[in-house]
């Protein structure tokens, strides 16, 4: 954050789980404002969400994570497999060493929810009909010698693990 910014101030801005933004309560109609306002989107070390110009900044909500991954594409196959995804707001990131995948487990149901780091700490969830995507482009590979194997995907010559194999 600049130094020159003191104070802390709220902004009645919210993003929802579904990856709208909302104003005063209302939702932001016009996508190009949405795509404005997360230029300026940062998270800090605490993990709260800040909108932060050169002359203010605001703290915001963020129901779960600020994008969706709306869209995936798959190129190569194996190791040589590069995944694709582009966010809610038109963002295109390649999953690799700078933008990792992780999945997240429900404590009570156990449920995954995989995300992917766009950029500077802030993640998209990944939607459930792209997920349901990418593990058609999943492999196995054996976990070492008395740990279950790994079910995941590979992309940019990383491999993601996304959920382990009991009893293989």
């Not at 703290?59 to 995944?83: K, N, Y």
């Not at 766009?118 to 969830?125: D, F, K, P, V, Y």
């Not at 349901?132 to 279950?148: I, K, L, Q, R």
Request: hydrophobic letters at 35%; one cysteine or more.
């Amino acid at each position: 954050m600049p130094p020159s910014l003191s104070g802390e101030q709220r902004f009645d801005i919210r993003i929802a789980r579904d990856g709208t933004w909302y104003h005063e309560g209302g939702p932001i109609k016009r996508i190009e404002l949405s795509k404005l306002f997360a230029t300026v989107l940062r998270r800090d070390e605490a993990g709260d969400y800040w909108l932060v110009t050169p002359v203010e900044r605001g703290r915001i909500v963020v129901d779960d994570v600020p994008f969706v991954a709306v869209e995936m594409t798959a190129s190569g196959r194996g190791e040589d497999q590069v995944l694709s995804f582009r966010t809610n707001l038109d963002d295109w990131v390649e999953a690799g060493p700078d933008h990792p995948i992780r999945v997240a487990h429900d404590p009570e149901s156990g449920e995954p929810t995989p995300y992917i780091d766009i950029r500077m700490g802030l993640e998209a969830r990944i939607a459930r009909s792209v997920y349901y995507d990418m593990v058609n482009h999943c492999a196995t590979t054996n976990g070492p010698e008395g740990e279950e194997a790994e079910v995941g995907v590979w992309s940019n010559g990383r491999f993601f693990v996304l959920g382990r194999l009991s009893g293989a």
